[in-house]
């Protein structure tokens, strides 16, 4: 057992030693500096840009950045969804895999543009390869796209004024070619090799040691595994995503797949350091992110190690809560696994989270809930960022001065956009709650959207069940896209409501930051002076942790009472 | 309108890259990976008897067991059961579970059945046991093979799977396929 904690300071503090540098490499790329990839890199950026028309030197200001973004990102979303809706009788299909339904194809086709990967199919028996393929790309763009809005921000913030804030298809480009493809291709590699397939065959039938029939169904996996982490996607390619054994064969290959899902979270908070050469602000924030990491992990591992109490009176040998885990990660990795796919925004999973220990759940929950604790590919630091404006707001109120931001007046129309995306992600969250608890309080017949009563769609009864409600909405509008998997998702009602709550829940906290980075880099610079608020400075991290548990606390404890509070106290 | 093309050349460029250049990259790679990529297998006598890292259905007396699965080892899926950890059903299940594996193994006592025997995996094709989950089949196996118990431990031992760092783990694939060589 104690082999297995040591396990995860080597992952966790990897992570991090791996991220200060390469955050430096994408402040870097972004600035337009000399990096040593440029031999290799420029020239084939230069051709993607020749060939599609781009001028990467064409500025743009915060609306048309936005609009070449949103523009992009629709004619993604439609290409996918027709794909989906007519696999079944395009090419690349082995295993002969149906056809999405159209409600199904929305939900999908959504849910990976917005770098969720919600799945209410599993990949074995709903996707072609083509498909996957498919999938596969818009792991690649929407995780290019969460960078290049942050780095968006970034220039506004960098900037005295200004409303010239850089190409978004340059900075697009540029994510995909020097950050994403070339990591995505060595982690692929590592996966291939220690056992992951990477074949185009379909399924294998063979008959067992004991004299089953069975079939193995394989596919191009590695190179799709190693873009889900990456790109904080975490979408699986088989049903059960990361605790499949040919997704992550071994224990060295689930610590790879966590470096991997962390590097860019963690890097793009060092990048913010370097680019705005501010690296306390940049320390000041990831010690704020750290701490409530740990907050959340600690209690999970410790629940998770601890097992089911209720196992425990039937007087076995229980080693950790062993329901829905492997055992080549064992419990307290699969813990640790479970609360860094939820801070950050992959929702690939190596155990059933529906099977953890209800505090588990709770704190997976809650850090959805939270969503900016490092956070996902790019839109972390954006989530943050709305975080920060309000704590230099509600400081400035406290202290009774006028609330400034890296020598910009924070006005009435920022606070405002900021007060509107906080509250945006609870209200999405609880209103699919309340309407999906409300059906199965009632067990109403669902009509067309849902075949026989409400409370058909629970696999598990009580406040548990509640709470595989509110883990699908909450998962749906952290854009993470793990679940209490027991939940009958793939139907009209579910696939249709999370694919509204997705769709809103991405682009609009996109669009907020956006917008406030881009009035704020019009806006007048004013030098610092003594009567300047710090905010590179531990009281300010605090001030901003405080904002953070206040609103996440407030809007979500009821919630949380009704499913796995009550579960736990049950 | 400018934009439109723009989007629209750049999307045909980026899924040539991401769907083409990118997976056959791999895909040509892979080709000096373990059977190039499709997969490990176990043969016996030249024939192909199972995948190396999928778990397979075990309940025969003559063999050591896996762990329950919620897709009863049925590689086409996969699935955990997701079962909440308080769900009544789910814990007479467990229940029902720890009683089967006493009558199969009648010189154990309750404290000694592992819990990794009696509950389902998350991917239904975990290939391992814990260590202690292997010890304590050795009597039942060696007893139904006329073996040797010594003889059987040994194995068992010499079949764990003990890293520096991370879980101790037995292959049950690989453990039967070296019980069906012992004489």
């Not at chain 1, 690939?348 to 704190?363: E, F, Q, R």
């Not at chain 1, 548990?464 to 009602?493: R, V």
Request: charged share 15%; with cysteine; hydrophobic share 50%.
């Amino acid at each position: 057992m104690n082999t297995e904690i040591t396990g995860i300071i080597p992952v966790f503090g990897l992570s991090i030693l791996a991220a200060i540098p390469f955050g430096r490499f994408i402040a870097r790329t972004f600035l337009g500096m000399k990096t040593f990839l440029d031999p290799v890199f420029k020239p084939i950026e230069n051709l993607i840009f020749k060939i599609s028309g781009i001028d990467p030197d064409c500025e743009m200001n915060w609306k048309q950045y936005l609009k070449a973004m949103l523009g992009v990102n629709l004619l993604w979303f439609v290409l996918c969804f027709f794909v989906l809706l007519t696999q079944g009788s395009l090419p690349l299909n082995p295993d002969a895999n149906p056809s999405m339904t159209p409600d199904l194809a929305f939900n999908t086709a959504i849910s990976f543009v917005v770098n969720c990967d919600l799945q209410h199919y599993s990949g074995e028996s709903g996707l072609s390869y083509l498909g996957q393929l498919m999938l596969m790309f818009l792991q690649f763009v929407s995780a290019a796209t969460g960078i290049a809005s942050a780095i968006m921000v970034f220039r506004a913030m960098k900037d005295k004024t200004t409303d010239k804030l850089g190409n978004f298809f340059s900075n697009l480009v540029k994510s995909c070619t020097r950050i994403l493809l070339p990591v995505s291709l060595i982690v692929a590699l590592v996966l291939a090799f220690q056992g992951t397939p990477m074949t185009f065959e379909g399924k294998d039938k063979i008959i067992t040691l004991q004299g089953d029939e069975v079939e193995v169904s394989r596919g191009p996996a590695a190179a799709f595994v190693a873009i889900k982490h990456l790109g904080t996607n975490g979408g699986g390619f088989f049903g059960a995503n990361s605790a499949h054994p040919l997704e992550n064969p071994n224990y060295f290959t689930n610590a790879v797949e966590l470096w991997t899902q962390l590097l860019i979270p963690f890097a793009m908070i060092f990048a913010l350091g370097f680019y705005l050469n501010r690296k306390k602000l940049a320390y000041v924030i990831f010690g704020v992110m750290t701490v409530g990491f740990l907050l959340l992990v600690i209690p999970t591992v410790v629940s998770e190690m601890g097992g089911n109490p209720a196992i425990e009176k039937m007087g076995i040998a229980q080693a950790g809560a062993m329901e829905g885990k492997e055992v080549r990660f064992g419990a307290p990795m699969t813990a640790f696994w479970s609360i860094a796919t939820t801070v950050i925004s992959t929702g690939s999973v190596n155990g059933m989270h529906d099977s953890t220990m209800a505090m588990s759940g709770n704190m997976q929950l809650l850090a959805m809930m939270v969503n900016c604790f490092y956070g996902g590919c790019g839109v972390g630091f954006l989530n943050f960022y709305i975080f920060i404006i309000l704590a230099v707001f509600i400081s400035g109120l406290m202290v009774g001065r006028t609330p400034e931001f890296l020598g910009k007046k924070i006005e009435a129309r920022e606070v405002k956009i900021a007060a509107f995306i906080a509250i945006l992600h609870p209200l999405l969250i609880l209103s699919g709650t309340a309407l999906a608890a409300y059906c199965a309080a009632g067990d109403y017949e669902m009509g067309w959207w849902f075949s026989g009563k409400a409370t058909g769609w629970l696999n598990n009864p009580g406040s548990h069940g509640f709470s595989e409600m509110l883990y699908e909405y909450t998962s749906s509008a952290a854009n993470n896209g793990s679940g209490f998997e027991g939940l009958g998702d793939n139907n009209p009602f579910w696939n249709i409501t999370t694919g509204v709550v997705l769709l809103l829940a991405r682009f609009i906290p996109i669009i907020g930051p956006m917008a406030i980075a881009g009035l704020l880099a019009s806006k007048k610079f004013i030098p610092e002076s003594a009567g300047t608020l710090k905010t590179d400075t531990t009281i300010f991290g605090v001030m901003t942790f405080a904002v953070i548990a206040i609103i996440a606390a407030l809007s979500f404890f009821p919630a949380l009472a009704l499913g796995p509070l009550a579960e736990y106290f049950g | 309108m400018k934009n439109l093309f723009i989007q629209f050349r750049l999307t045909i460029i980026l899924l040539v890259l991401f769907c083409g250049i990118y997976p056959l990259a791999v895909y040509a790679i892979a080709q000096f990976a373990p059977n190039h990529g499709k997969g490990e297998t176990v043969s016996v006598d030249g024939k192909v008897v199972g995948y190396r890292r999928i778990g397979q259905r075990f309940n025969a007396f003559n063999y050591f067991w896996g762990r329950p699965s919620a897709v009863d080892y049925n590689a086409a899926g996969s699935a955990g059961s997701n079962k909440g950890p308080s769900n009544v059903e789910y814990l007479q299940q467990v229940q029902k579970r720890i009683d089967t594996f006493l009558i199969a193994h009648p010189y154990l006592k309750k404290s000694q059945v592992p819990s990794d025997m009696v509950t389902a995996s998350g991917s239904g094709l975990d290939p391992d046991i814990s260590a202690e989950a292997a010890l304590v089949q050795v009597k039942r196996v060696a007893g139904a093979r006329k073996l040797d118990e010594s003889k059987v431990r040994q194995l068992v031992e010499s079949k764990i799977y003990r890293p520096v760092i991370g879980t101790v783990t037995v292959n049950v694939l690989e453990l039967n396929l070296a019980l069906d060589e012992l004489k």
